[in-house]
């Protein structure tokens, strides 16, 4: 099973590393794809790429290992950066719901609203907000008294598991990390979610060819949103349950939805495959070689 499982793991890191630097380096070097949206989803990959690496190369190293150990310090900085992106890719998928409700709700006052300097903000600010969620939860956890047992029941390290493991009362911490995390989670995935139905509502008024349009433009990023949600609604909100299928979601949450955000939005953007057609044309083509004279 661990032999299968190393096999899997690289795989979809390879894919994820690949596919999401891929679409970076499309949107930097097509200037037709310098525009506020491509720029989100840039970092939106950029943000896959880190949640991943994260947590992958460790869980890939371990399947090779009978004894599966890490360091006190290198289980508390996994959970800090895993949150950190988390928050900071949570406060992103806010950032594409409102650029596209003013692309198809307001398209007259699109580039007078949203701009390129106000994304850079966005994504700063993603950043900041990102390290104060990780760092309130952090600094709560790292001076819980542990004194045995020390085996973690997941495949990385993550606060609700690490507060089970604290010889003390750990109630209001419970409390502190369902609200911080779950709850949070829950209402943004709430309100992405009725952002969208919004959009759809307010299109259908107008037209039923600018509904279909709008429904194939936000289907990409509905599906997205509850890719990423999902798992962390049902890890965060009953953060400590005894079930084993939290610990399947939660590997769902750093592999399998960093890998299918690339997929999700190359093969449904046309924008994208374009680029990513004269990329590829421009590597393949051989470079000319200089006469002297």
């Known amino acids: 099973m661990q032999h299968l499982l190393f096999v899997l793991f690289s795989v979809f890191y390879m894919a994820i590393v690949l596919g999401n630097s891929l679409i970076v380096l499309t949107v930097v070097a097509d200037p ?22 994260t947590v992958t ?5 371990d399947t090779l290992r009978d004894s599966k150990i890490i360091s006190f310090g290198g289980c508390f900085a996994q959970m800090i950066f895993i949150h950190i992106v988390g928050g900071s890719e949570m406060v992103l998928l806010v950032a594409m719901a409102y650029d596209r409700y003013v692309a198809i709700c307001r398209p007259l006052h699109y580039v007078a609203i949203v701009t390129l300097r106000m994304c850079i903000w966005i994504v700063v600010a993603a950043w900041i907000i990102g390290l104060i969620h990780a760092m309130s939860q952090a600094a709560f956890v790292v001076n819980l008294p542990f004194c045995g047992p020390n085996e973690v029941d997941s495949f990385f390290c993550d606060f609700p598991r690490i507060i089970q493991l604290a010889c ?4 209001w911490l419970e409390l502190m990390v369902t609200a911080n995390s779950g709850f949070i989670s829950m209402g943004t ?5 009725f952002s969208y139905v919004f959009i759809l509502v ?3 008024k107008r037209s039923s060819v600018g509904l279909s349009k709008a429904f194939s433009t936000l289907s990409a990023h509905i599906s997205v949103v509850v890719l990423f949600f999902g798992p962390c609604i049902f890890v965060y909100i009953w953060p400590f349950p005894k079930l084993p299928v939290d610990k399947t979601l939660a590997v769902f949450d ?25 990329l590829s044309v421009h590597v393949g083509r051989p470079a000319k070689s200089a006469r002297t004279g």
Request: glycine letters at 0%; a positive charge.
């Open 254 to 278: 750093a592999v399998i939805t960093p890998f299918l955000n690339p997929i999700i939005y190359t093969f449904r953007n046309k924008d994208m495959k374009l680029a990513m057609m004269r």
């Open 168 to 171: 003390t009362d750990t109630y």
């Open 189 to 193: 995935f709430l309100l992405l979610i």
């Open 202 to 204: 307010s299109v259908r």
């Open 57 to 61: 190369p460790k869980m890939i190293y």
């Open 32 to 53: 037709r794809l310098h525009s506020p949206m491509y720029f989100l989803l840039a970092n939106l990959s950029f943000f896959d790429i880190c949640v991943s690496s």
